[in-house]
Nanobody
Framework: QVQLVESGGGQVQAGGSLRLSCVASGLTFIRYSMAWFRQVPGKEREFVSSIRRGSENVNYVDPVKGRFTISRDNVKNTVYLQMNSLKPEDTAVYLC?????????????????WGQGTQVTVSS
C-alpha cells in the first residue's frame, strides 16, 4: 500500500519560512518523480514544484521561483519543499504527489499517488 505523508505545515507571518516534508512508503521511491501541489477551497489544485528521480530536473511555478526550493533524499524516501519569504497568497493545503511516468509535468492527472496534505497559513 502506497502512502505519502506530509508534515511541516503551520502558521507563519509574511516573510517567514517553512520546510515541508513528504515521506513515501510502499513504492520504489527512486523510480518516481515527485511534486508539490497546493489547493485552496473553491479553486483548482495548483502545481507548485516537481523534481525528477535523480534530482536532475526541477521545475517551479512562476510565483514561487526564487523563494521555494524542492529537494529529495532517495535514501530516506523523502521529498522536501523549503519555502522562504512566504506571502499571504501562499496560504493553501500543500499536497505531495508521486508519478511513475518520466513525462509527468504540471497537470495533477499525471500523478499516480497523493498525500492528504498539510495546511500552510501565512498571515499579513
Amino acid at each position: 500500500q502506497v502512502q505519502l505523508v506530509e508534515s511541516g505545515g503551520g502558521q507563519v507571518q509574511a516573510g517567514g519560512s517553512l520546510r515541508l516534508s513528504c515521506v513515501a512508503s510502499g513504492l520504489t521511491f527512486i523510480r518516481y518523480s515527485m511534486a508539490w501541489f497546493r489547493q485552496v477551497p473553491g479553486k483548482e489544485r495548483e502545481f507548485v514544484s516537481s523534481i525528477r528521480r535523480g534530482s536532475e530536473n526541477v521545475n517551479y511555478v512562476d510565483p514561487v521561483k526564487g523563494r521555494f526550493t524542492i529537494s529529495r533524499d532517495n535514501v530516506k524516501n523523502t521529498v522536501y519543499l523549503q519555502m522562504n519569504s512566504l506571502k499571504p497568497e501562499d496560504t493553501a493545503v500543500y499536497l505531495c504527489a508521486a508519478a511513475s511516468s518520466w513525462l509527468a509535468g504540471t497537470d495533477p492527472i499525471d500523478y499516480d499517488y497523493w498525500g492528504q496534505g498539510t495546511q500552510v497559513t501565512v498571515s499579513s
